[in-house]
């Protein structure tokens, strides 16, 4: 709790001074306390809080609901709604803003505490899922070989630049299509379509490669013959949960091939 800074917005001082008394002796630093959603917007940019306890029905001016939205659109801070009313059509309001809990009133101290503690600690794993994601992403479009990975449905959750470019699809057109849609493959030597790399991932884990003369036929109907690396998604319980798929341009070995066969025939 050490230095965590929790703006008050409370329209009636009263209940406002209590909350604040009640944060103070549990550690918190109160940095200022707002009557109106217009000076919460204020005060929170002046001094940026950890956390903002919010009441939703607020005298003059916006409510606690339009203030958290303009709070989001400029400063990521977790928010927490106070409310004296669990209204349907309140409720399904704040869920739009994406608040970190609702606490209805009149509440115990426990109760305002708990909150605050879940609150930040989400709101810190949230800020390093996002950071990951960032990071995860910075680093599949960076990288040489196109990437494709799926959910256990089958859906494309993911595909690279590298991948949009043998593909011939787009990522806006390639996410939540099927793989199948996308990543078409076929035996070069027979013209067949090729083993399921998803029904391989399931049935034999991580693989290298499929049969050995592979054709991605691409969005255009171009064949470029591939190497693919197909290996599970995993979660705690070790239940496969997607799949991803590696693969790049072979044809520059695929020639080389060739022409070392050509050059070794006996004259």
Known sequence: MTNIKVLIVEDEAIVAMDIKNRLELLGYTIPAIASTGEEAIKITEQTCPDLILMDIMLGDGIDGIEAAEHIHKRIDIP???????????????AKITKPFGYILKPFEER????????????HNLEKELKESKKWLHAALNSIGDAVI????????????????????????????????TIFKIINGDTGEKADDPRAKVYREGTFYGLAYNTLLVGKNGKEIPVDIIGSPIKDDMDNIIGIILTFYDIIERKQLEANIKKYSRPN
Do not use: C, Q, V
Request: without cysteine; hydrophobic residues 45%; charged residues 25%.
């Open 79 to 93: 928010i927490i709604f106070l409310s004296a009313y669990a209204d349907e059509e309140i409720l399904l309001r």
């Open 111 to 122: 109760e305002l505490h708990s909150a605050i503690e879940i609150g930040i600690y989400n």
């Open 149 to 180: 990975a799926t959910d256990n449905k089958g859906m494309i959750k993911l595909i690279n630049p590298y991948a949009e470019a043998l593909t011939g699809w787009k990522k806006e057109e390639a996410l939540n299509k099927p793989l199948g």
